[in-house]
């Protein structure tokens, strides 16, 4: 018997049936409804210019910039091009005539000093250590705000000449610096005036060793001295500090029995590109620079020496870091577009590691990263990276710079010098 329905039954179906068509209808698009409601909201986003300062070319950073436009077709991003040596200055003139960029790069040792133009983002210390290495937070994550995020992190490591340790029978690159030393000497050579032809390390001297503050104050770091207090005073004029400084010393003191590089032989950089030097300690960005001096240069890097019998390794960072300026219009869409760049689950990131020749400062990416013949061992010293509280991290390297002359000139005993540096530093 055919089932009927009551009158009342008769309209519910009725109703609903018009509810199910109209419905179809916003759908097509054909009657107002979801479809054109959000062509209307996405044509109704203001639209937004970002302008962002960095130091690589304009290709590092286009993949990004062209994902997140596609992503966000309301923001435009204007990418400009610094020179770095003047970066700072131009940066600080800028922001004052309140001209200055969005997104902007700081040194990972700027926040005291500039923390003023800058806008942070919230996110928890936990978070933020599990996606990035410890060094990350250590610097940039101040007062509970994080003021920057860095695309990498680089470090100082060991580069070698590989046809000299063959030719002296040295199997391993050293470990320790007991054995560095030990290699040194046997590596280096002198003609019968006593005059240096080949260095075994570029060690020892400021003017023709670029990167001769860090590697002090690296060692002063793994013979466990600090570098300055919790307040950012001086703390290194101490026996430990004089024991790191004397032994780099050392390597340039031709009274020494370690001497092996001169204070007026050519920049250690080239020379090791010549082949004439057959280790010295540098950051990734040496890479290029030797390969350009010399493509058929054969070397390699490894990981910096430690302090025998040491636990915990030490190594010392060198770092920029994204960040966005106080005077921006629209800081949380240019903290946005950070958090896109350094994002590990798109191509963004890969993408500008890949085209820069960088050591990653994302944890997810070290693993791979560890395989890499040249940049492995960047990538994994990163996790061990340290550096130290700076107030003034420009007059600083200037003080601990020329403290080191002064000693090399014989104008200052070694303790004389830590103390007055110490004393300038606390000033």
């Not at 200055?100 to 040194?107: E, R, S, T, V």
């Not at 705000?145 to 002296?168: C, E, H, I, M, R």
């Not at 005993?413 to 530093?425: D, E, H, K, Y």
Request: with cysteine; net charge neutral.
């Amino acid at each position: 018997m055919p089932q009927t329905f009551t009158k009342s039954q008769k309209i519910i179906f009725l109703v609903i049936g018009i509810i199910v068509f109209l419905f179809i209808l916003m759908i097509l698009g054909i009657l107002p409804g979801l479809k054109s409601t959000s062509k209307k909201s996405a044509s109704q986003l203001p639209k937004i210019t970002l302008e962002f300062w960095g130091f690589d070319d304009e290709e590092a950073f286009k993949s990004a910039i062209d994902s997140y436009t596609a992503s966000y077709p309301n923001v435009s991003i204007n990418y400009h091009q610094i020179n770095q040596d003047n970066y700072e200055n131009q940066l600080i003139d800028s922001l004052a005539s309140q001209k200055g960029p969005d997104i902007l790069m700081i040194k990972h040792n700027w926040v005291y000093k500039h923390g003023n133009k800058l806008y942070p983002t919230d996110i928890s210390l936990r978070d933020l250590k599990l996606s990035f290495v410890d060094v990350v937070a250590d610097d940039l994550y101040v007062n509970n705000k994080l003021w920057g995020l860095p695309l990498w992190v680089d470090t100082l490591a060991l580069y070698y000449n590989k046809d000299l340790f063959n030719s002296a029978g040295i199997v391993q690159p050293p470990q320790t610096w007991d054995e560095f030393l030990k290699d040194a000497q046997l590596l280096t050579k002198k003609n019968q005036s006593g005059e240096i032809i080949q260095s075994g390390a570029a060690f020892g001297a400021v003017k023709n060793i670029t990167n001769a503050v860090d590697i002090i104050l690296l060692l002063m770091m793994q013979n466990n001295q600090e570098i300055v207090d919790k307040n950012g005073r001086g703390a290194f004029d101490t026996d430990k500090g004089s024991d790191a400084l004397n032994f780099y010393l050392s390597f340039s003191n031709p009274a020494s029995p370690n001497y092996c590089w001169g204070n007026s032989l050519a920049d250690a950089l080239e020379l090791f590109g010549q082949g004439k030097v057959a280790m010295m300690i540098d950051y990734s960005s040496a890479i290029k620079k030797i390969e350009q001096l010399n493509p058929y240069l054969n070397y390699a890097i490894a990981f910096l020496p430690q302090v025998k019998d040491s636990t915990i390794k030490k190594n010392y960072a060198d770092y920029w870091a994204l960040a966005v300026s106080a005077i921006s219009k629209h800081p949380k869409d240019a903290w946005n577009f950070i958090h896109f760049l350094v994002d590990n689950q798109n191509n963004s990131l890969i993408n500008y590691l890949n085209y820069t020749s960088r050591p990653t400062a994302n944890r997810v990416f070290i693993q791979t990263c560890k395989t890499d013949e040249k940049l492995g061992v960047f990538c994994e010293q990163a996790l061990t990276a340290k550096t130290w509280l700076q107030l003034n991290p420009e007059k600083n390297y200037q003080i601990l710079k020329n403290m080191l002359e002064s000693i090399i000139s014989g104008q200052s005993s070694v303790s004389t010098a830590l103390n007055q540096a110490a004393q300038l530093i606390n000033q």
